[in-house]
């Protein structure tokens, strides 16, 4: 049947979805060898990050001994993000440059770092849910050049302040010195958050990061408690008490996904946290999370950090491990009584205050007193109306 390789790769145009928060994604048609054609959806990120991989992996041909040998496109690295204005400016750039991918000698357009980027994945065949608030919205590349689509106007971005100095141990990574305002441009699952200044740009760990405004703002969703199974890519040892130890390949449950990449999980009867970077569902490319890993390895807790300096008050509440687990007992005690009522186990940590406070005992009532108690203890104003005849 002959090596695997893609004939051709054609943009369609974007999307700009809204969870975890506003972003865009580009549409690419990749046809392959055997004449099957597929859609998947790619950040401008990734994009950029295999461009520095290939460049990496290929110096000559990228120029860095001799940059009249140079073969491999230019990419502009991610830029001011101005919302959805930037990202139709950028179709032309990467039409162009996914037609000169494909222009490459065959070590580099079919090498597999490659091939593996633009392979379908679990997220690319997944529909938007109804639980969504707002729908992904689809720009499509128009067919007339002289046609412009609708554009709206720039997006603003959320704004952090890092509350500790940071060290990038890697190229993509962007270092932080306490105080420095950034804004959000990604916010990725493994808790790491793609940002940028006026100049400079890259990844940074979001616990390193509060925002600006809002301090009490409620950005991580709510616990699942029926949770949702996902497999261990690699083991983890537990440096916390409140986190879990598990090795390699092991079944779990996720019961709170935590925006900073910490992610409250069950097994068995123990609840704790995980690294999100170390857990993927079944069916999912393993070998893409494993580049991720290498390259930057699992965020470090807000907990770990040292000398953190919060311009708020107050720091954002979460739950304790104690009310994770007495939760997951109180969904599971339901989930084997069939036919009962709903699982108390979603009620928020407020909720079950209220309910605690109104099964207090409530102080006794004391007796009435007796008629010549109320006669003797009354004024005598009330005495003389008692008195006089009706």
């Keep these: 049947m002959g090596d695997t390789f893609i004939r051709h790769i054609a943009l369609l145009g974007f999307e700009k979805r809204f969870v975890p928060s506003q972003h865009y994604v580009y549409m690419f048609l990749v046809k392959w060898q055997d004449l099957s054609e597929k859609v998947v959806y790619r950040k401008f990120t990734e994009i950029y990050e295999l461009h520095k991989l290939l460049k990496e992996m290929f110096p000559i041909e990228a120029g860095d001994i001799n940059p009249q040998n140079r073969i491999i496109p230019h990419l ?8 959805q204005r930037a990202a ?28 593996d980027f633009f392979k379908v994945r679990p997220d690319d065949l997944k529909l938007p849910t109804d639980s969504q608030t707002k729908k992904p ?21 959320q704004t952090y ?13 962007m270092a932080l010195a306490t105080g420095d305002v950034v804004d959000v441009v990604e916010k990725s699952e493994s808790g ?12 940074v760990p979001a616990s390193y990061l509060e925002p600006l405004d809002s301090p009490d703002e409620s950005e991580d969703p709510e616990p699942n408690y029926e949770g949702e199974p996902y497999v261990t890519i690699k083991a983890y040892t537990a440096e916390m008490e409140d986190e879990v130890s598990l090795q390699e390949g092991e079944t779990i449950e996720v019961i709170h996904k935590l925006l900073d990449g910490w992610w409250v999980i069950r097994k068995d009867d123990i609840t704790g946290y995980f690294p999100s970077m170390y857990l993927q569902k079944s069916g999912q ?16 807790r807000r907990s770990s950090i040292r000398n953190a300096h919060s311009i708020h008050q107050r720091s954002r509440k979460r739950l304790s491990q104690d009310t994770y687990r007495r939760n997951s007992v109180r969904y599971l005690q339901q989930r084997r009584r069939p036919g009962r009522p709903g ?14 406070e109104r099964a207090k005992p409530q102080p006794a009532v004391p007796p009435r007193p007796s008629a010549d108690l109320i006669l003797h203890r009354c004024s005598e104003s009330t005495k003389r109306k008692l008195a006089s005849p009706v």
């Design 137 to 157: 919205e689809t720009y499509l590349v128009p067919k007339d050049n002289n046609s412009v689509s609708d554009i709206t106007g720039p997006i603003i971005l």
């Design 285 to 300: 490319d393993v070998a893409q999370a494993q580049r991720q890993i290498k390259s930057r390895g699992a965020p470090p």
């Design 343 to 356: 699982p108390r186990s979603a009620a928020s940590p407020h909720r079950e205050q209220q309910e605690s």
């Design 76 to 83: 502009p690295a991610p830029r001011w993000f101005d919302g």
């Design 161 to 173: 302040r890092a509350i500790a100095d940071f060290e990038k141990t890697s190229g993509s990574q």
């Design 88 to 115: 139709e400016s950028r179709q032309g750039t990467l039409t162009e440059y996914c037609n000169a991918l494909m222009s490459l000698p065959v070590k580099i357009s079919r090498c597999p770092q490659l091939l």
């Design 192 to 203: 790491w958050w793609f940002c940028q200044t006026k100049t400079k740009r890259g990844w």
